[in-house]
């Protein structure tokens, strides 16, 4: 089993950068395809990102591709979400996830097993 705590949230202006931190202690983090989801007021949680065991694949969104940069470090045991050229509609609580998948792709199907409880990040106009 693991623990993940996710930290780096805030209010940010469009256009601007925030980078999501996730912590994952227990088990490693290393065993675990790792990803990012979110959900906005008053939407069902979507996916966002997710990177394999080793970092080499990497499956996102199409909603946040191109501005978002997932990446973990095995080492710390924590995983990354760079999100740049932010917009209003990415104001959602970020969740950070972690899955016995497959690949990253699966987990954009399946889900996770553990999730952090949350971060939010609010994008003004």
């Known amino acids: 089993q693991v623990q993940l705590v996710e930290s780096g949230g805030g209010l940010v202006q469009a256009g601007g950068s925030l980078r999501l931190s996730c912590a994952a202690s227990?088990?490693?983090?290393?065993?675990?395809?790792m990803g990012w989801f979110r959900r906005a007021p008053g939407k069902e949680r979507e996916f966002v990102a997710a990177?394999?065991?080793?970092?080499?694949?990497?499956h996102y969104a199409d909603s946040v591709k191109g501005r978002f940069t997932i990446s973990r470090d095995n080492a710390k045991n924590t995983v990354y979400l760079q999100m740049n050229s932010l917009k209003p509609e990415d104001t959602a609580v970020y969740y950070c996830?972690?899955?016995?998948?497959?690949?990253?792709?699966?987990?954009?199907?399946?889900?996770?097993?553990?999730w952090g409880q949350g971060t939010q990040v609010t994008v003004s106009s």
């Open positions: 990177i394999s065991r080793s970092g080499v694949s990497i």
């Open positions: 996830a972690a899955g016995v998948r497959t690949t990253p792709q699966e987990m954009r199907i399946k889900g996770a097993d553990y």
């Open positions: 227990g088990r490693t983090a290393s065993s675990y395809i």
